[in-house]
């Protein structure tokens, strides 16, 4: 079954650079069917989608207007996995990252159904 | 945005018993609606999908409806293993949105 495996620091001091990596396992990041994104969770914020990244021919991205002067979400088909680089933290970035596939659906209808979650990473920004 | 606004914020019933969550959204979202449980240290897992289609695996009395901006989720006989919160999720367009969550517990 698809498993996706995060990996990345807990702790970012304020100003500087959240990074994580999400392994995937039972898929390709190269999908033409599913999207790869990334979701954070945080008691003031509650469920927070940042921003996804997808293949369809070519590579495209779609980001939060909240964060999308500070967000990068990038693949790496070599090691078929997905990353987020969030810049410029605060510690109002404190909370829950959880990397999540959207499986898609093979019709040419509206879908998206985010079936499969990482564990989820805590980051604390804080110096 | 579209804003997803879910009641009630939080519940309590007997086990048996039928619980019943509604989810409205600030425009129409046709039926670009899913539904999430999520346990206490657990992600989110998807349950219901296009407002009333159940995810493969997922237990028959778990049920959704609506469409539109009107939306319910029910759990027809609560089960001590249902206590989680629950979030409805709009795609019609982006930025994807949550529901602030109902958290249900056994009375």
């Known amino acids: 079954q698809v498993q996706l495996q995060q990996s990345g620091p807990g702790l970012v001091k304020p100003s500087q650079t959240l990074s994580l990596t999400c392994a995937i396992s039972?898929?390709?990041?190269?999908?033409?069917?599913?999207?790869w994104n990334w979701i954070r969770q945080s008691p003031s914020r509650g469920l927070e989608w940042l921003g996804r990244?997808?293949?369809?021919?070519?590579?495209?991205?779609d980001y939060a207007v909240s964060v999308k002067s500070r967000i990068t979400i990038k693949a790496d088909t070599s090691k078929n996995q997905f990353s987020l680089q969030l810049n410029s933290v605060t510690p109002e970035d404190t909370a829950v990252y959880y990397c999540?596939?959207?499986?898609?659906?093979?019709?040419?209808?509206?879908?998206?159904?985010?079936?499969?979650w990482g564990k989820g990473t805590t980051v604390t920004v804080s110096s | 945005d579209i804003q997803m606004t879910q009641s009630p914020s939080s519940l309590s019933a007997s086990v048996g018993h039928r619980v019943t969550i509604t989810c409205q959204a600030s425009?129409?979202?046709?039926?670009?609606l899913n539904w999430y449980q999520q346990k206490p240290g657990k992600a989110p897992k998807l349950l219901i999908y296009?407002?009333?289609n159940l995810e493969t695996g997922v237990p028959s009395r778990f049920s959704g409806s609506g469409s539109g901006t009107d939306f319910t989720f029910t759990i027809s006989s609560l089960q001590p293993e249902d206590i989680a919160t629950y979030f409805c999720?709009?795609?019609?367009?982006?930025?994807?949105?949550f529901g602030g969550g109902t958290k249900v517990e056994i009375k």
């Open positions: 999720q709009h795609y019609d367009n982006l930025p994807l949105t």
């Open positions: 039972g898929d390709s990041v190269s999908s033409n069917s599913a999207a």
């Open positions: 296009d407002a009333s």
């Open positions: 990244t997808y293949y369809r021919s070519r590579w495209s991205n």
């Open positions: 999540v596939r959207d499986r898609g659906c093979s019709s040419t209808r509206k879908c998206l159904y985010m079936d499969v």
């Open positions: 425009q129409d979202i046709s039926n670009y």
